[in-house]
């Protein structure tokens, strides 16, 4: 009876390490192509946050919306029946924003004080400001690969490297001019 729960009790533990553990695997490479990498390739990532402050210099480039629709068909039950359904499916876009850094931290090779970048961000917040408004926003860093032009390419991180500002907030909604 001692093996039984004795075994029994070293199965549960190691389904739980073997299944139970979330794996921080880095993430495979995207294609813009419909031709994809070999299956061993990642890409990496970079787990900062960057504070970044500065001016907007233009326009805030619109969201872009997808539309579409949803069905939902079904049947069954032991007396019979339908069931039907439809609706929109709605997505919010990324809106991009051109600013001219203030202060940016932690430092970065991607762009210094006094450089004009453009910036992702799905904060729909940012549809609010104007050209002239002082802001503050977190960010990540973005990897960017380009696109594979063969199955099964193999991958090169350094040659086929872009960075950006993606995922950016605006950290207070105060703004000044």
Same mark, same amino acid.
């Given at each position: 009876?001692?093996?039984?729960?004795? *075994?029994?009790? $070293? $199965?549960? $533990? $190691? #389904?739980?390490?073997?299944?139970?553990?979330?794996?921080?695997?880095?993430?495979?490479?995207?294609?813009? #192509?419909?031709?994809?990498?070999?299956?061993?390739? @990642?890409?990496?990532?970079?787990?900062?946050?960057?504070?970044?402050?500065?001016?907007?210099?233009?326009?805030?480039?619109?969201?872009?919306?997808?539309?579409? @629709? #949803?069905?939902?068909?079904?049947? /069954?039950?032991?007396?019979? /029946? *339908?069931?039907?359904?439809?609706?929109?499916? =709605?997505? @919010?876009?990324?809106? *991009?924003?051109? %600013?001219?850094?203030?202060?940016?931290?932690?430092?970065?090779?991607?762009?210094?004080?006094?450089?004009?970048?453009?910036?992702?961000?799905?904060?729909?917040?940012?549809?609010?400001?104007?050209?002239?408004?002082?802001?503050?926003?977190?960010?990540?860093?973005?990897?960017?690969? %380009?696109?594979?032009?063969?199955?099964?390419?193999?991958?090169?991180?350094?040659?086929?490297?872009? =960075? @950006?500002?993606?995922?950016?907030?605006?950290? #207070?909604?105060?703004?000044?001019?």
């Amino acid at each position: 009876m001692k093996n039984k729960t004795f *075994f029994f009790t $070293l $199965l549960i $533990l $190691l #389904s739980f390490l073997l299944f139970g553990c979330d794996v921080d695997s880095a993430p495979r490479p995207v294609s813009d #192509s419909d031709q994809s990498y070999v299956l061993d390739a @990642e890409i990496p990532v970079d787990d900062n946050v960057y504070n970044i402050s500065g001016i907007i210099v233009s326009d805030v480039d619109s969201f872009s919306y997808q539309m579409g @629709e #949803s069905h939902i068909y079904g049947y /069954g039950s032991q007396y019979g /029946g *339908f069931v039907s359904g439809s609706g929109a499916v =709605w997505n @919010e876009g990324k809106g *991009f924003v051109r %600013l001219q850094i203030d202060s940016i931290s932690p430092p970065t090779d991607l762009a210094k004080v006094g450089d004009t970048v453009i910036l992702k961000t799905s904060d729909q917040k940012i549809r609010a400001i104007l050209p002239g408004d002082y802001v503050k926003l977190k960010c990540r860093a973005q990897y960017e690969n %380009l696109a594979a032009v063969r199955n099964n390419s193999s991958f090169d991180q350094q040659l086929l490297e872009t =960075w @950006e500002f993606d995922y950016c907030r605006m950290s #207070s909604v105060k703004i000044s001019k």
